[in-house]
């Protein structure tokens, strides 16, 4: 799945959310996950496959955790990316541009974790739909892509937080090779709350 371009940023956060969460099994997933392929920033399909397949069959709570640990460290890691300039300017926006800055901010999170992905937001009041199509989708199985529903919602909520905007994101229903976010904006959070979140 080089070919799609998965990217260092997804695997790089898969290993972070196991290490923090079940870190007894990191071993076990670094057979997939190997240093020299977050390196790289070069995994196949097969190893990716089998690595979301694993979380998905985990003992729960793990299983969700994991995948919502990682999808916070993505997004740690892409509004980290910002420069300063950017995430002042961010802050001082009215809370609708905000959330067009939290979307655009999302996109850009699951462009840099498969980047054939295809991303479309559609926005209306308070209420946002992202939908994502993803090669990984198309090739994996069903049940494999269920941690990656929940790393980008986790992900698309902690970008919210980080643009001091109340949402929340949940899986809704999607199409062969992708799915939607619903998003629903509650209102904006005080300064120094993000940091929280």
């Not at 069959?57 to 919502?68: C, G, K, L, V, W």
């Not at 209420?127 to 980008?152: C, N």
């Not at 937080?161 to 062969?176: E, K, L, Q, W």
């Amino acid at each position: 799945m080089v070919d799609a371009g998965i990217g260092r940023l997804l695997i790089s956060s898969l290993h972070q959310g196991i290490a923090d969460v079940s870190p007894s099994r990191l071993d076990f997933y670094e057979n997939w996950l190997s240093p020299s392929g977050m390196r790289d920033g070069r995994i196949g399909l097969a190893p990716l496959g089998a690595v979301l397949s694993f979380l998905h069959r985990e003992e729960p709570p793990s299983n969700d955790q994991i995948a919502t640990r990682a999808g916070v460290c993505a997004a740690d890691w892409t509004y980290q990316e910002l420069s300063g300039l950017r995430r002042w300017y961010i802050h001082r926006l009215p809370l609708g541009l905000r959330s067009r800055s939290a979307l655009g901010l999302g996109k850009r999170l699951v462009l840099a974790t498969v980047k054939q992905s295809k991303v479309k937001t559609r926005a209306t009041g308070s209420t946002a739909v992202v939908e994502i199509k993803s090669p990984l989708f198309e090739q994996l199985r069903d049940p494999a892509t269920v941690p990656m529903r929940g790393f980008y919602a986790a992900a698309l909520q902690r970008l919210f937080a980080h643009c001091a905007i109340n949402a929340d994101v949940g899986v809704d229903g999607g199409s062969p090779g992708g799915w939607n976010l619903a998003v629903t904006v509650t209102g904006a959070r005080r300064p120094g709350e993000a940091d929280e979140a």
